[in-house]
């Protein structure tokens, strides 16, 4: 949560054009494991509390996950576009329109994260078929088919040349234009790891004690690679630090590796040296809240600065992330109290009651 607020403040901090090289870097590189790990931790969820060895209902799993997930991504779909239309003076969407917003993700920026997570669910018995089967063997190359497959979808210019040749009102462009919003192929590696890991969760708590140093070394290497691929576009290609984070993200090569690294990383991180701290147990409570309200405080604290004649430099920039991050936590707490005495709204805004 913490690191899409990184990115989406991150993006904000990009329309200042003399924005700091190594910023945009911490905002826009180093926080690229957050939209990966969101499936990863998601997977691991759902398997960890799965048996296995009893006949898998999946009818009940959908109206779990559905209250879970689809209600909430249905109210704050509607909430942004609603919000937006009168914001931006656009008037209620054509009904043609908005099923193309809800299907695609695209009534606010980060909603796309709940449509591949449900896609995700929709395909769960498939899930459940390959981590039964897969090994460590084989999911290796799963990384390495996953790399192939986000390489090309990434960095294809014949894909891309194809895309915009299309008419702009056709399916197929479409399909194609947002396929990062639905289609699952970009992270069904990450999704199968972290099934797998919980699956086998002794052994991984047992390699998680054992191999603390090289855990944090990996993360640490696998963090420079990210960062090197980065500065590379900027500094050698001479390219604006925009291209150089639409170039170094989470699914190039070692955006993957980077995804793995900081996975097992802060997993550990979290499970042994993190696990009574007051604040990320308040901050991993209201999450969910913070990050599908987050994008509405950046927005009004954005339009704050603009009143006070304030740019995003790097100082703003970085208090601009803490108060978005304050501010959207201050919301969840209340929504969440308010949620105690009339649960339809906890069961609207997070899905729970």
Same mark, same amino acid.
């Given at each position: 949560m913490l690191g899409v607020i990184g990115i989406h403040v991150g993006s904000q901090y990009l329309l200042n054009p003399a924005a700091n090289i190594h910023l945009v870097a911490l905002f826009e590189?180093?926080?690229?494991?957050?939209?990966?790990?969101?499936?990863?931790?998601?997977?691991?969820?759902?398997?960890?509390?799965?048996?296995?060895?009893?006949?898998?209902?999946?009818?009940?799993?959908?109206?779990?996950?559905?209250?879970?997930?689809?209600?909430?991504?249905?109210?704050?779909?509607?909430?942004?576009?609603?919000?937006?239309?009168?914001?931006?003076?656009?008037?209620?969407?054509?009904?043609?329109?908005l099923l193309k917003l809800l299907f695609f993700g695209l009534a606010k920026y980060h909603l796309y994260f709940l449509v591949i997570l449900l896609w995700f669910y929709l395909l769960m018995p498939l899930w459940i078929a390959i981590v039964?089967?897969?090994?460590?063997?084989?999911?290796?190359?799963?990384?390495?088919?996953?790399?192939?497959?986000?390489?090309?979808?990434?960095?294809?210019?014949?894909?891309?040349?194809?895309?915009? #040749?299309?008419?702009?009102?056709?399916? /197929?462009?479409?399909? $194609?234009?947002? &396929?990062?919003? +639905?289609? *699952?192929?970009?992270?069904?590696?990450?999704?199968?790891?972290?099934?797998?890991?919980a699956l086998?969760?002794?052994?991984?708590?047992?390699?998680?004690?054992?191999?603390?140093?090289?855990?944090?070394?990996?993360?640490?290497?696998?963090?420079?690679?990210l960062l090197c691929h980065y500065y590379s576009v900027v500094l050698i290609k001479h390219l604006p630090a925009e291209a150089a984070v639409n170039t170094a993200h989470q699914l190039?090569?070692?955006?993957?590796?980077?995804?793995?690294?900081?996975?097992?990383?802060?997993?550990?991180?979290? #499970?042994?040296?993190?696990?009574?701290? /007051?604040?990320?147990? $308040?901050?991993? &409570?209201?999450? +969910?809240? *913070?990050?599908?309200?987050?994008?509405?405080?950046i927005l009004y604290l954005h339009l704050l600065l603009d009143k006070l004649n304030l740019l995003l430099t790097a100082p703003n920039a970085i208090v601009f992330y803490l108060s978005t991050a304050a501010i959207s936590l201050m919301f969840a707490v209340i929504f969440r109290h308010l949620g105690e005495r009339f649960p339809i709204i906890n069961k609207l805004t997070i899905g729970s009651n």
């Open positions: 590189t180093v926080t690229r494991f957050a939209v990966p790990i969101f499936f990863f931790i998601s997977a691991f969820g759902l398997f960890y509390n799965l048996d296995l060895s009893k006949p898998f209902d999946y009818q009940a799993f959908l109206r779990r996950r559905c209250k879970a997930v689809l209600i909430p991504y249905l109210f704050w779909s509607l909430f942004y576009i609603l919000h937006d239309a009168i914001y931006y003076n656009y008037g209620a969407p054509p009904l043609f329109y039964k089967r897969i090994t460590s063997s084989k999911l290796l190359f799963l990384m390495v088919i996953q790399m192939a497959f986000d390489y090309f979808s990434s960095y294809s210019v014949t894909l891309s040349s194809l895309t915009y #040749t299309l008419p702009e009102d056709s399916l /197929l462009r479409w399909l $194609l234009e947002y &396929r990062l919003n +639905y289609l *699952v192929l970009h992270y069904v590696f990450v999704f199968v790891l972290g099934g797998y890991l086998h969760i002794e052994s991984f708590l047992d390699f998680l004690r054992r191999r603390r140093m090289a855990i944090g070394l990996g993360f640490i290497l696998s963090l420079i690679g190039s090569p070692i955006g993957i590796i980077y995804t793995v690294a900081a996975s097992v990383f802060f997993f550990g991180l979290f #499970t042994f040296n993190l696990n009574n701290s /007051l604040l990320l147990k $308040l901050l991993g &409570r209201h999450s +969910y809240f *913070v990050y599908l309200f987050h994008p509405l405080v």
